[in-house]
């Protein structure tokens, strides 16, 4: 039977129609089952504890438990490799931090390709580190300890929490744009770094600000300078790394990932609610006690910072020739 040309072009018009409601039915009812969001390491750090307040909000929202599931080991990439592994539902996700933009380069030979295979989602935070020494280092400023450390070349020694850490790639770009040698000495951890820093034992280290300043407060240590682009709102009468070395920046930062090929519907409705998370008063403050600020945006933006960090990151490992312990 002919159809009449008008049932027709509503036919046709209906037809067409399908996959965006199909898309926005989707949408709807993502997720229908428990959420997990991997964490590349052990409870207790920013990392993790940023993936709880995230998860927290998400559950509320979404009417689904987000749950936080630790996966240490191998320098992050156990938990990162998990994630890569997973279907594209949207119910595996990673929270990143800028770990595996260092390994990327630092790792000759990985399973995954974390830029390839991990679609941005929403960055979260930007936490600085803080440029720390012991008190027996004659040094009030960051001037003054380059003149202290290039007078003492080869003798003073920088802690870190290990080879390819965000703290020991903070202190490998200060090396290399203060022009200053450095002995580096990897940790298993900060709790080790700050033992022996306190000790005297090592001499300097770069370390998130909310534990170094516990020892700042005490005189235990001495905080010289911040190593983001501004200075901290808490602490404004410290000076940041870029005040005495123009262009110096370097910053731990967070933000969520899923695997490759999950559907761009699901991604938006976790970006969207990541920056209503991000801007909520309460949520705001909980990320400052972490001395740490909110990081809105689109998943696009989320991808650009990644991409930035891989190249930056890349030039500091080969100008410096790192190796993975």
């Not at 890569?84 to 380069?105: K, Q």
């Not at 450095?182 to 080790?192: D, E, S």
């Not at 005490?218 to 870029?242: I, Q």
């Amino acid at each position: 039977m002919k159809l009449p040309r008008r049932n027709f072009l509503q036919l046709a018009a209906c037809a067409a129609a399908l996959p965006a409601v199909s898309r926005v039915a989707r949408a709807q009812t993502y997720p229908t089952r428990p959420v997990k969001i991997v964490v590349s390491f052990a409870a207790g750090g920013p990392t993790d504890i940023l993936a709880r307040l995230t998860a927290q909000w998400l559950s509320e929202r979404l009417g689904q438990q987000f749950i936080v599931e630790n996966r240490p080991g191998a320098s992050g990439n156990i938990g990162a490799e998990a994630v890569v592994r997973s279907p594209p539902d949207g119910h595996t996700l990673l929270m990143v931090d800028a770990t595996p933009t260092i390994n990327a380069t630092l790792f000759d030979k990985l399973n995954f390709d974390f830029t390839r295979d991990i679609t941005p989602v929403a960055a979260v935070a930007k936490q600085p580190q803080m440029m720390v020494v012991n008190p027996t280092v004659p040094a009030g400023t960051v001037s003054e300890f380059i003149t202290y450390a290039k007078s003492n070349a080869g003798k003073i020694n920088m802690a870190s929490a290990g080879t390819g850490t965000p703290p020991h790639m903070t202190g490998e770009l200060f090396k290399l744009m203060a022009e200053v040698d450095l002995v580096h000495v990897p940790y298993r951890g900060t709790g080790a770094a700050y033992a022996d820093l306190l000790g005297g034992r090592v001499q300097v280290a770069f370390f998130g600000p909310v534990s170094a300043m516990e020892y700042v407060k005490s005189g235990k240590l001495r905080a010289l300078a911040v190593t983001g682009a501004k200075r901290m709102d808490a602490l404004l009468d410290l000076p940041t790394v870029s005040e005495f070395i123009p262009g110096y920046e370097a910053a731990s930062w967070f933000g969520v990932g899923a695997p490759r090929s999950t559907r761009t519907d699901i991604v938006e409705k976790l970006n969207k609610e990541i920056n209503a998370a991000l801007s909520d008063p309460n949520m705001k403050s909980r990320i400052a006690e972490l001395g740490a600020t909110v990081l809105p945006g689109s998943p696009a933006d989320f991808g650009k910072l990644i991409a930035e960090e891989v190249e930056k990151w890349g030039k500091v490992i080969r100008a410096a020739n790192i190796k993975p312990e």
